[in-house]
């Protein structure tokens, strides 16, 4: 049987008319609905990710306000920045493009940001209230793994799903979602000694660990259900974590591109218009 190939844009679509919407009934009310996007350095991936989100919430009727910091940036002027947009009164929400370089502090650059316009709850305050059970404005990657199971029909109760990944902005916050859903879930990552044997028992895989192909055929049983969260560059192209002969053992899969970053702009853009 040909495997279900989970397509972003389907999944997106659903939400694209009630965000449209907001963001035109607040400028009828006389408020431009804006994005801020900061970028440090010169990341592939977070100049690609900072493009499509530009097109896309023009496309919605809303702005973006792009911020370039150098690469030698420090993380006093980053967090200098965040400050001025926070006080902006003109901009709505405010995105630092992940990773920094490695000497700055990612995790202080997030909690820099304003709750209120914090749109992939890099806030502690608002990750915490996730965590806690109390918001449902889960980081935008998360949520865009759950709309996307949820809209291609996939049953999370009781199922064996492994997350390859423990970072904060996906990670650990795609395994709450899942808990939530009654999944039985397991979180590996860099020290986990018996990966391939915990991916073979695996129904659903999420692969956000950032590293090329890392996901082969052998590691995975036959009929699983697979995410795959990665965007890496390798030469001028977009490709996941998962290698895509994978896709030949699955019984569905997000493609990449097309897949999952496609869904998590859109979270973006639903996060950003919340609060309108």
């Not at 659903?14 to 006389?30: D, F, L, Q, S």
């Not at 997350?163 to 939530?180: W, Y």
């Amino acid at each position: 049987m040909e495997a279900l190939l989970m397509k972003g844009k389907a999944v997106a679509d659903v939400y694209r008319e009630a965000i449209t919407a907001k963001i035109a009934a607040a400028k009828e009310a006389g408020k431009l609905v804006t994005l801020a996007i900061v970028v440090v350095g010169d990341d592939q991936a977070s100049h690609v990710y900072k493009d499509r989100l530009v097109k896309l919430i023009e496309s919605l009727g809303g702005a973006a306000k792009v911020v370039l910091c150098p690469a030698d940036a420090s993380e006093a002027e980053v967090i200098t920045v965040i400050d001025g947009l926070n006080k902006d009164a003109a901009i709505t929400g405010i995105l630092p493009m992940m990773p920094m370089p490695k000497h700055i502090n990612g995790d202080a650059v997030g909690a820099a940001v304003a709750p209120a316009k914090d749109v992939d709850c890099l806030n502690p305050e608002n990750i915490g209230a996730v965590f806690m059970g109390r918001s449902s404005w889960a980081p935008c990657t998360p949520r865009a793994c759950m709309a996307t199971l949820k809209h291609y029909g996939v049953e999370l109760t009781s199922k064996n799903v492994v997350v390859i990944g423990r970072s904060n902005v996906v990670g650990k916050p795609v395994a709450v979602l899942l808990l939530k859903e009654n999944a039985t879930v397991t979180v590996c990552h860099s020290k986990t000694k018996n990966l391939s044997e915990l991916l073979l028992q695996a129904d659903v895989v999420v692969a956000a660990v950032g590293v090329p192909a890392f996901v082969k055929p052998e590691m995975v049983k036959e009929g699983v259900v697979i995410v795959d969260v990665g965007i890496n560059v390798v030469d001028g192209k977009l490709v996941g974590d998962v290698a895509p002969e994978v896709a030949e053992k699955a019984s569905a899969f997000t493609p990449v591109p097309g897949g999952i970053g496609v869904v998590s702009n859109m979270m973006v853009m639903e996060c950003l218009t919340r609060n309108l």
